[in-house]
């Protein structure tokens, strides 16, 4: 059976943020933001896609100074983008998705 791709974590943004967060154990939302070249907004509203799909942790640890906003992947995340790149690999590589073409 040919992995499905999915449709949460396939938004560009969204797919470049899982890719980053699945090289390290957690990130500051300035760094996301950054590393994706929007404004706050947009990282946050990526962000929070993520994170009611239970793909993304957030957390505001408490402390001295300006409190800043963490992201980390949860284990479903993890998961979850591990089988979306299997999908995109299978699509590459021209496994069948039950669909035909005609040379």
């Known amino acids: 059976m040919t992995p499905a791709l999915n449709e949460?974590?396939?938004?560009?943004?969204r797919l470049r943020i899982c890719a980053f967060l699945s090289s390290v154990e957690q990130a500051e939302f300035g760094v996301i933001r950054d590393?994706?070249?929007?404004?706050?907004?947009?990282?946050?509203k990526?962000?929070?896609?993520?994170?009611?799909a239970g793909?993304?942790?957030?957390?505001?640890?408490?402390?001295?100074?300006?409190?800043?906003?963490?992201?980390?992947l949860t284990a479903e995340g993890r998961a979850a983008?591990?089988?979306?790149?299997a999908?995109?690999?299978?699509?590459?590589?021209?496994v069948s998705t039950g669909?035909?073409?005609?040379e």
Not at 46 to 52: F, G, S, V
Not at 56 to 72: C, I, M
Not at 81 to 85: F, G, K, N, T
Request: charged share 20%; glycine share 6%.
């Open 55 to 72: 793909y993304v942790r957030l957390t505001k640890p408490t402390g001295k100074g300006r409190v800043k906003t963490w992201a980390s």
């Open 87 to 94: 999908a995109l690999k299978a699509l590459i590589a021209g």
């Open 46 to 52: 990526q962000l929070k896609a993520l994170q009611e």
């Open 35 to 44: 590393m994706l070249g929007v404004a706050d907004s947009v990282a946050s």
């Open 8 to 13: 949460v974590i396939h938004a560009p943004n």
């Open 81 to 85: 983008y591990e089988d979306h790149v």
């Open 99 to 102: 669909r035909t073409t005609e």
